[in-house]
């Protein structure tokens, strides 16, 4: 079969892939060696593409609430409920909820039809969570929301700072960039984050200052340069307005101490800076999602401005995207805040995208932005709403309060391609989307680089694309102008907007595709808009043609109390993706992190009298979740931090996103997801168990549970008080073998059929369970043994290879220190000859780094 160009279902890095179809639903995934974003490499995520395209899990009809419906009643209801609530509430009862998954071409239509046609701006997206704060820096700074670099410039600069970015796992492709340009020139870096993540690990410098306190980070550092006479006097006069008292505003606290960080670490900091003009500060959710959000990438903007390093070759302040399309969302205009195509809403403006839209109607301003949005549904001003590609159910903060908003609003539409998710419960009609493999259209990276996503699967069951059932229900709402043939029909007339009436106003515009033809489309190759450098030979998009110093003062979170003395911070793991509808299909990537952790100092965890390896209840004024403890001084004391991806379909318990309040950044809106006052405290179960299953189990009745995939089958992982032997209702029916110790409160069964173990459960009231992984492998052979099973272990034992660092090869960390040991392995290399580990997609490497005798000063 033919093999099809298309770009990775995950990150902004936005990697270009090869898929060639090996069966109706399996492929085999390589990176495409010709595309700029990648040159052929890919993560773990990306690598293991394949395993998450099979047809488990799909919303395959349309739904109107339990029945089965057509498209056509599906739509026609979708239209006439929504027509029905403008024409009694007005357009701005009405909202759509939108994402950075979607393909520009879907998001151009919903913008199209809220903003133009229904005349309402309540379209919003979860860039609010992710993005925003930097869309509203940019747009302080430069006028119009243009990321001033490249990836090339990594390759060029001297010096990376990295802030509040997990560039290893969240972005590992830009990731060994970085450390190809280290090995090649010596770049320095230095990573400024409260956790010493395998990012900070590898690098030259870790700053692990107090949450929030990077403004007074930045401002520091530029007066530090003015001090010491390294501003740019001629960008200064040039290029870059200054406002009055500007220089007033960088009064000079004791930096160290605000950020909690050893002077001397502050000095070598401030120093690397200074002697390293070609620098990249890159920057994302440590920045972005936080109550001063907006200041914070403001004041590296400023920095930048300042010194004259941005628009040179290796310079510039970088801020890089989460989801494979924030770009193309930003660019059609679809949060609240932008009305489309890079534009505002002055009333030429609007006047001007209606007459391009040539739409009855248009938005008189901005809408709501994302939790104002759900808070308005709480309070019943918006009657209809129809979320497509996010689970805002999971992802929201105070998920708990943005579950209470939906279950009030009257009608709620659900785009998705998985047949249940936390979000689509509250859904009165659920459409079938195409999702990665079968959809088509563009998407836009970090670097301003428009790429296409290809089908090369056919669509399972009645799944459509996003964009099509959008312009379906506008035309069954009565609006012309959305009888679009295809996605390149609607990229064209997206490309048009882009330069109607623009006259070098706005940077972004890609008109020269607007007479683009299908074939060509069909064979668009990357293409960056804005060049590899929007400023360096360019005026800035403001009316002087400069770009503007705002002043930023550090103002911390005043909401520590004694009841929440602890912060908590939330985030991402290596292998798995947001709320895991899709990379939690791989039994792969489900095998980094088994369970959701909650990370914590030793001497804060000896205080709250928590320990490793056991059960811990963390609180904040909004909820309150189970996680299994990890202690580790990665942590800085009293902050904890926990991974956003367990839903209700994965766990009880283990859900970070109801703990998060909505406090939120007064520019952007975004929430301030990273730093919330919290508690924790041990949570001391009365047993605790696990279960491996083939089949995927039901869900457990019990206070704490998670689920996750293993290659051949599930890993329940359990908790919870009362009778253990109540769990054996997890175990399939069928002839059982069982071992039930009622005073000592130990059950274990197990069950086979013709040698093949299809469950087995242990259950324990003291803490003594056997190993998983043996029990997991048993799963696959066929030569189980009912006895071995119940004893939870082989006749004659072998080695626990550990916890999987490596999910290519399936390499443990047992098996590395082993490794290691025995054959005095000092380089990621050696490692990588002796056993494999971190030869494939080497996202494991830092990791593997991470346990030689020696660290390598560079390159991994
Ligand atoms: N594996 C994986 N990769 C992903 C994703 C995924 O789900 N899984 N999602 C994608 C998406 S949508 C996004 S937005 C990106 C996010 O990518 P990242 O921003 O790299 O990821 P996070 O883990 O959210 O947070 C980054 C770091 O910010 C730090 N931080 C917290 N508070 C502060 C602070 O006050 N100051 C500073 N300087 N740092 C702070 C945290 O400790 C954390 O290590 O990842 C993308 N890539
Ligand atoms: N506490 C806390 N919360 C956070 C964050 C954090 O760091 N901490 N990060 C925030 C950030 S940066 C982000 S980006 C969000 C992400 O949060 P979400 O967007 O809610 O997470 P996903 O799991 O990516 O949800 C995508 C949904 O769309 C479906 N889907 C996938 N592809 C398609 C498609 O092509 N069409 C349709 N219609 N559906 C599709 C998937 O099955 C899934 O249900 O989480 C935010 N929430
Ligand atoms: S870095 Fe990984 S997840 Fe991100 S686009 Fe590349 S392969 Fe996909
Ligand atoms: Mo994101």
Redesign the pocket.
């Given at each position: 079969m033919t093999t099809v160009k298309t770009t990775c279902a995950?990150?902004?890095v936005g990697c270009g892939v090869l898929a060639t179809p090996t069966g109706a639903r399996s492929a085999t995934i390589a990176g495409d060696p010709e595309h700029p974003a990648n040159f052929g490499k890919l993560c773990s995520?990306g690598a293991h593409l394949g395993e998450t395209i099979g047809l488990e899990d799909r919303l395959f009809h349309p739904m109107i609430g339990t029945r089965q419906a057509s498209w056509d009643d599906a739509l026609d209801h979708v239209a006439q409920r929504f027509a029905a609530t403008i024409a009694e509430y007005g357009p701005d009862s009405v909202a759509f909820y939108a994402s950075?998954q979607m393909l520009t071409e879907d998001y151009y239509v919903a913008n199209k039809l809220m903003k133009g046609f229904i005349g309402t701006a309540n379209i919003d997206t979860n860039s609010r969570l992710?993005m925003a704060s930097a869309v509203a820096a940019h747009v302080r700074a430069f006028g119009e929301d243009v990321v001033p670099c490249s990836y090339d410039d990594l390759d060029a600069a001297d010096l990376i700072v990295l802030?509040?970015?997990?560039?290893a796992?969240?972005?590992p492709v830009i990731w060994q960039r970085i450390e190809v340009a280290r090995a090649a020139r010596g770049t320095k870096l230095v990573v400024?984050?409260?956790?010493r993540?395998e990012t900070a690990e590898r690098a030259d410098l870790h700053l692990a200052?107090a949450?929030?306190?990077?403004v007074a980070l930045f401002t520091g550092l530029l007066a530090h340069m003015r001090s010491s006479w390294r501003l740019d006097g001629t960008a200064l006069a040039e290029r870059v307005h200054v406002p009055d008292g500007f220089w007033k505003t960088l009064p000079n606290p004791d930096v160290a101490r605000t950020c909690d960080i050893a002077p001397a670490d502050l000095q070598a900091f401030y120093d690397l800076f200074a002697d390293h003009p070609r620098t990249i500060t890159l920057f994302?959710?440590?920045?972005n999602?936080?109550t001063s959000g907006t200041d914070k990438a403001n004041a590296i903007i400023n920095l930048h401005l300042a010194t004259g390093r941005i628009g040179k070759p290796g310079a510039g302040p970088f801020s890089i995207t989460?989801?494979p399309n924030?770009m193309g969302g930003r660019e059609v205009g679809g949060l609240a805040s932008t009305l489309a195509a890079h534009m505002g809403f002055s009333d030429a403006e609007r006047d001007r995208a209606q007459r391009f839209w040539q739409s009855p109607t248009i938005c008189s301003g901005p809408g709501f932005k994302a939790v104002d949005m759900f808070d308005a549904m709480a309070k019943g001003k918006i009657k209809a709403v129809w979320i497509m590609a996010t689970n805002p159910a999971v992802s929201m903060p105070d998920a708990r309060m943005a579950r209470v908003a939906l279950a009030n609003c009257p009608f709620v539409v659900v785009s998705d391609c998985i047949a249940e998710t936390d979000t689509l419960r509250f859904a009165q009609v659920k459409l079938p989307a195409l999702g990665w493999g079968e959809k088509d259209g563009t998407v836009t990276n970090s670097e301003r680089r428009v790429s296409r996503q290809r089908a090369f699967l056919a669509a399972p069951g009645e799944a459509r694309a996003d964009w099509w059932q959008v312009a379906e229900v506008a035309t069954r709402m009565g609006f012309a102008g959305f009888d679009f043939a295809n996605a390149a029909s609607v990229f064209r007339e997206f490309a048009a907007q882009t330069g109607f009436e623009n006259g070098g106003t706005r940077l972004l515009d890609i008109s020269g595709q607007a007479t683009i033809s299908d074939a060509a489309y069909a064979a668009m190759t990357p293409f960056q808009w804005g060049g590899t450098s929007p400023f360096a030979d360019r005026a800035f998009p403001t009316p002087d043609g400069k770009a503007r110093l705002v002043p930023v003062v550090h103002a911390p979170r005043d909401d520590a109390s004694r009841a929440y003395p602890l912060r908590l911070?939330t985030?991402?793991?290596?292998?798995?993706?947001?709320t895991m509808t899709r990379t939690g299909l791989s039994p792969k990537l489900s095998q980094h992190r088994r369970e959701p952790l909650v990370e914590v100092h030793p001497d804060t965890a000896r205080r709250l009298g928590i320990t490793d390896g056991a059960l811990a209840r963390v609180e904040t004024p909004n909820g309150a979740s189970i996680f299994r403890v990890a202690v580790t001084p990665d942590q800085r004391r009293r902050d904890l931090?926990v991974p956003i991806h367990w839903s209700d379909q994965t766990s009880a318990g283990g859900r970070a996103g109801l703990l998060p309040g909505p406090d939120r950044d007064p520019i952007s809106g975004q929430p301030g997801f990273?730093?919330s006052p919290a508690r924790a405290g041990s949570y001391k179960p009365d047993w605790t168990g696990f279960l491996v299953s083939r089949e995927r189990p039901g869900i457990p009745d019990c206070v704490y549970w998670t689920r996750i995939r293993t290659a051949h089958g599930w890993l329940v992982e359990l908790a919870g008080e009362g009778d253990p032997a109540a769990m054996i209702a997890l175990m399939p029916k069928g002839e059982r073998a069982e071992m039930i110790d009622a005073r000592r409160g130990v059950v274990r069964s197990a069950m086979l059929a013709e040698g093949q173990l299809q469950a087995a459960l242990f259950v324990s009231r003291s803490a003594g369970l056997p190993p998983r992984d043996w029990l997991i492998g048993q799963l696959g052979t066929d030569e189980a043994s009912s006895f071995e099973v119940l004893a939870g272990r082989p006749a004659t034992p072998a080695l626990d290879r550990g916890a999987i660092v490596c999910v290519c090869f399936d390499v443990g960390l047992n098996s590395l220190l082993a490794a290691i040991t025995e054959q005095r392995l000092v380089t990621v290399e050696a490692v990588g000859a002796a056993i494999n580990a971190g030869t494939n997609c080497g996202s494991c490497r830092p990791a593997i780094a991470k346990l030689l005798p020696v660290q390598e000063s560079v390159h991994v």
């Open positions: 995950y990150c902004g995520k950075g992710c802030v509040g970015s997990n560039t796992w969240c972005h400024i984050d409260p956790r993540t200052i949450p929030d306190s990077d994302s959710q440590g920045v999602q936080s989460g989801q924030a911070n985030g991402r793991y290596r292998d798995q993706w947001h931090f990273k730093n």
